[in-house]
């Protein structure tokens, strides 16, 4: 379906909270280091939280992706409140191993990827070229996502915490279905410099089901 | 000229071309490699080794992050920025103006990457060094008063702005020589900064995640706060004469 993958609900007047992992910090071995997970978790997702409470206080409340559309509007919005919405949204759609290798795109996602890149390899190596470190000139991330018309489906790569939710940043609104975060904060305690080595380990943790 | 003339000259050109770091005019190593290499890129560049060990900046920043941040980051800089400037021989020679555009961003980024840490090498030295110390009644120090009042206010001032930094980039120190001030500037990602602002360099502090991860995680103002103390203000000091010239 092409329904949007994750939204998160503040918990209280103008409060986005750091949603809990759905898997302990170790959950992700050896793909992610614990450490690694605690500290992207507990330190850059939940400063992103702070940030976005903080630039929206005092105004109404909306769920983090409403904020996203308008977001290159306001540059605490665009960074913080992006920073938040990516976030929440990569630790959703990660498994462990063992959970995730039991996951596979729907029948619909699947027909779309064919049909969008010729075969699933192509997919995955069009992500991987996307996720290159001279792909990327910097922090940011690479997305797998739909148009609004939801017949095709596009990989995009977008700086700091940009999202193809943001109106400007893409040729066109896009909805993401996967997205990977290529900050050196994600990986650099395990792989240093190894970038591709991270990329090409990631799709054994991806849960299609979600 | 000579023939022999011309041969001792070529031999003078060959060995500064070699010399690819900023200690060396940037203008004669570029103009002597342009001029011995048939490639319009002036030919190949290479790593640039530093002139203290790996741990020499500790405990500021450690051996394992300059080890992996000079042999692999810059390095890779180092081999793309060559292999995007062999792309770029290939379009001139071609005369085709839209693979030349289209190599912009690869040898900004690459090209910008090899410049700054080349840069940020040389603006670095032990903790505790005479280099270390900002001197008294120097060109630098004056520079820096007149612009801020006092060093400590210029300190405070590109901490925050560097710490700030969205993403991956640099802080500068830098010489403008429109007003013949220096100024404090960030850039993004490699953007190097007398390309993109036409401020000379004098000092700069890399922002990047890859230069502090390892040793201070995801805690930007301490790793900036600590590299005051390994900043080789002798260098600054050089460059800044340089500039003014």
Redesign the interface.
């Known amino acids: 379906g092409r329904e949007y993958a994750f939204a998160a609900a503040p918990a209280a007047a103008n409060a986005y909270s750091l949603p809990d992992l759905p898997y302990a910090f170790e959950a992700l071995e050896p793909y992610i280091d614990a450490p690694t997970m605690k500290?992207h978790h507990d330190?850059?997702h939940a400063?992103y939280v702070g940030n976005i409470n903080k630039a929206t206080e005092g105004k109404d409340e909306v769920p983090i992706l409403d904020l996203m559309a308008d977001a290159l509007e306001a540059t605490p919005v665009r960074?913080s409140g992006g920073g938040h919405y990516n976030h929440a949204f990569f630790w959703e759609e990660l498994a462990p191993h063992d959970k995730a290798k039991n996951t596979k795109p729907s029948a619909d996602l699947e027909a779309m990827i064919n049909k969008s890149f010729g075969s699933f390899d192509e997919m995955k190596a069009k992500f991987e070229t996307q996720a290159a470190?001279?792909a990327v000139?910097?922090?940011?991330w690479v997305w797998l996502a739909v148009n609004t018309a939801g017949d095709e489906l596009k990989i995009v790569g977008t700086?700091?915490?940009d999202n193809p939710l943001m109106k400007g940043v893409c040729d066109e609104i896009l909805l993401p279905i996967l997205g990977l975060d290529v900050?050196?904060?994600a990986y650099?305690?395990k792989y240093?410099?190894r970038r591709p080595e991270y990329v090409s380990n990631w799709w054994s943790f991806v849960n299609w089901d979600k | 000229m000579s023939s022999s003339g011309k041969l001792i000259i070529d031999s003078a050109l060959r060995a500064a071309a070699h010399v690819r770091s900023s200690r060396l005019p940037k203008d004669v190593s570029k103009v002597a490699a342009a001029m011995l290499s048939s490639a319009p890129s002036g030919g190949a560049h290479t790593l640039p080794d530093l002139s203290y060990d790996y741990n020499a900046i500790e405990p500021v920043v450690s051996a394992e992050t300059m080890t992996?941040h000079h042999t692999?980051?810059h390095n890779?800089y180092v081999t793309?920025l060559n292999a995007s400037l062999e792309k770029l021989d290939a379009a001139v020679s071609a005369g085709d103006v839209s693979a030349i555009i289209g190599l912009e961003?690869?040898l900004?980024?690459?090209g910008g990457g090899h410049l700054n840490h080349t840069l940020f090498w040389e603006n670095l030295c032990p903790k505790g060094s005479s280099e270390s110390e900002l001197k008294d009644g120097g060109v630098l120090k004056s520079a820096i008063e007149e612009a801020y009042g006092d060093v400590d206010t210029m300190k405070k001032e590109l901490s925050a702005m560097s710490v700030a930094v969205?993403?991956?980039?640099w802080g500068w120190l830098g010489y403008n020589t429109k007003t013949g001030k220096i100024e404090c500037a960030t850039r993004?990602?490699?953007d190097p900064l007398e390309a993109t602002t036409g401020l000379v360099p004098l000092l700069g502090i890399d922002v990047?995640?890859?230069a502090y991860?390892?040793d201070y995680?995801?805690v930007r103002p301490d790793y900036v706060g600590a590299i005051w103390d390994v900043i080789n203000w002798d260098t600054v000091e050089k460059r800044l004469i340089a500039a003014k010239k």
């Open positions: 500290i330190k850059h400063t960074n470190p001279g000139f910097g922090s940011g700086p700091n915490q900050w050196e904060h650099y305690l240093q410099n | 992996i692999k980051h890779t793309n961003g690869a900004k980024f690459n969205q993403g991956s980039g993004p990602n490699q990047w995640e890859h991860y390892v995680r995801n």
